[in-house]
């Protein structure tokens, strides 16, 4: 995400990953309740 310069979606991160969507799912959900990700634009993705 911070390689990137801008929020990114899960499917940004399955394509640059080649990984599985449910996997990025479950992480992003992960990190989300954390407080390690935030939410800018609707179902795009940043570091908090």
């Known amino acids: ?3 990137a ?7 940004d ?3 640059a990953l080649g990984a599985d969507r449910k996997e ?3 992480a ?3 990190l ?3 407080g390690a ?3 800018p634009v609707r179902c ?3 570091p908090a």
């Open 5 to 11: 310069g801008k929020p990114v979606s899960a499917g």
């Open 44 to 46: 795009k993705w940043q």
């Open 32 to 34: 989300k309740k954390e």
């Open 28 to 30: 992003f959900a992960e």
């Open 13 to 15: 991160v399955t394509k």
């Open 24 to 26: 990025v799912d479950k």
């Open 1 to 3: 995400m911070r390689d």
């Open 37 to 39: 990700i935030v939410s």
